[in-house]
């Protein structure tokens, strides 16, 4: 009801858009490949990231698309380059967005491009002779670019231009979608109610444990119909790993640690640490954050100031490090990150989502 009132106009464009597209007065592409889109109806951290990279794990362990072409398309935001762009492992946040870069390091062989038009990504995505005739694309094409037999979308839910396979719609367990607002009041950027037009809901960063009632709760307040599917999924984090070359492994068995992020929300990140090391220093910036000359040197003040202390930051943060040009050798030596993972409650539930995704895709 706030939303109704205090953000009426939002609200009304909202609804109207939807309206317009749900009742074919806007069109709608199907791309030529099976697509799967992962999004949210809040601004960021849901975690559509490691999601994304839990799909690509279970489409590489699946026969029926194991060996096939699986590519991954991104706006790739903040990034300094236009159009439809191919990332490649050697590129930089700068060029592709610190998320596709995590993506393609972590797996080499699934294509990941870059590009603000959802349609023009996937046209060219399942057929490359597109971007060789076309004058803004065919600068991007590497010699490795073969078609995609399967294209997941990251954070393409609000993108109803593009009608994917299935869609896959993340929720934060910490915060609610039934109990939050619509921007600026609340963290929403889509009506709740759009829920319901998505095949699979995840709801993510659930804690160790969820019983039976608790998912019966989330389950009743997201009105989850018969023909919809929802899963729980928590966060993980995997043994840090060293940033440049220059790393020292034993710099991780101190018992201090300084920690930066620039990410939406790094408190269960902050809470995994806390397990192992005492966090003196925290440095939080804001999402998608680009570290400045000053930054670095605010950074390389608390390391010296700690000398025997461990420097952390997150998965999705190292990319953007990695463009850095004025980190010391000390400092390289002593940084560090953890790469972020999804987890399912049991293999059981694992493999009911991957049958289901499948069921889609077929």
Request: aromatic share 10%; charged share 30%.
């Amino acid at each position: 009801m706030i939303d109704k009132v205090l953000l009426f106009p939002y609200w009304l464009t909202l609804k109207i858009r939807h309206f317009m597209y749900d009742h074919g007065m806007r069109k709608v592409h199907a791309p030529d490949v099976p697509t799967i889109c992962v999004g949210n109806v809040t601004v960021g951290g849901t975690g559509k990231t490691p999601h994304t990279e839990m799909i690509i794990r279970t489409l590489l362990q699946d026969p029926e698309w194991n060996g096939r072409n699986i590519a991954v398309l991104s706006r790739g935001y903040k990034r300094k380059t236009r159009g439809f762009q191919q990332v490649v492992c050697e590129g930089s946040a700068r060029q592709f967005g610190d998320e596709p870069m995590q993506i393609k390091r972590k797996f080499p062989s699934v294509t990941v491009a870059v590009d603000k038009s959802r349609k023009q990504g996937c046209s060219f995505l399942s057929d490359p002779e597109k971007v060789k005739t076309s004058r803004k694309g065919r600068k991007c094409l590497h010699k490795d670019f073969p078609k995609a037999d399967l294209i997941i979308l990251d954070d393409a839910f609000q993108h109803r231009a593009v009608k994917p396979a299935v869609s896959v719609v993340l929720v934060d367990y910490n915060r609610p979608v039934f109990k939050d607002h619509l921007m600026p009041l609340g963290k929403l950027r889509d009506l709740p109610e759009r829920i319901g037009a998505a095949d699979i809901v995840i709801v993510s960063k659930c804690p160790r444990y969820l019983d039976p009632w608790e998912r019966s709760k989330w389950t009743r307040a997201l009105k989850i119909r018969k023909d919809q599917h929802i899963f729980f999924t928590s966060i993980g984090y995997d043994n840090s790993e060293a940033i440049f070359p220059e790393g020292d492994p034993r710099y991780l068995y101190t018992r201090k640690l300084i920690l930066f992020s620039g990410i939406a929300n790094d408190r269960p990140f902050r809470s995994y640490l806390s397990d192992n090391y005492k966090i003196i220093r925290h440095f939080d910036f804001p999402d998608h954050h680009k570290f400045t000359r000053a930054d670095i040197a605010t950074i390389s003040r608390a390391a010296n100031a700690y000398p025997t202390s461990v420097v952390m930051t997150t998965e999705k943060d190292c990319q953007r490090v990695r463009d850095c040009r004025n980190i010391t050798d000390n400092l390289k030596q002593r940084l560090f990150y953890a790469p972020i993972k999804v987890n399912f409650y049991s293999e059981t539930e694992q493999e009911e989502f991957s049958t289901v995704l499948n069921s889609y895709l077929k």
